[in-house]
């Protein structure tokens, strides 16, 4: 059974930093592409960041770059997301996501909540 765990959201100030955190079970993560999604409240979700399984490439949105960095440790089925100077309209719900297209799998997690508020 594929399971995909966030953790490591919670309220922090502008400006500030938070750690997340998905620990992926069940799949060889060395297969599958792996990205972070968000959603505020109203809002459609969207893609912020996403590593690649087979090389390590990341790409990011343009309202992250330079704020947000995603890394893999696949030795701990785990993909982080580490962000940095934080804004208001960074509050979310932050999901994580594997792919494989050759696989012609996708999984998503239950998602965890950011809140960027003083």
């Known amino acids: 059974q594929v399971q995909l765990v966030e953790s490591g959201g919670g309220l922090v100030q502008p400006g500030g930093s938070l750690r997340l955190s998905c620990t992926i079970s069940?799949?060889?993560?060395?297969?599958?592409?792996v990205a972070w999604f968000r959603q505020a409240l109203d809002k459609e979700r969207e893609g912020v960041a996403c590593?690649?399984?087979?090389?390590?490439?990341?790409a990011y949105a343009d309202f992250v770059k330079g704020r947000f960095t995603i890394s893999r440790d696949n030795a701990k089925n785990t993909v982080s997301l580490q962000m940095n100077s934080l804004k208001p309209q960074d509050t979310a719900v932050y999901y994580c996501?594997?792919?494989?297209?050759?696989?012609?799998?996708?999984?998503w997690g239950q998602g965890t909540l950011v809140t960027v508020s003083s």
């Open positions: 996501n594997a792919n494989s297209v050759a696989l012609g799998r996708d999984y």
């Open positions: 069940g799949l060889t993560l060395d297969y599958y592409g």
């Open positions: 590593i690649s399984g087979s090389d390590g490439e990341t």
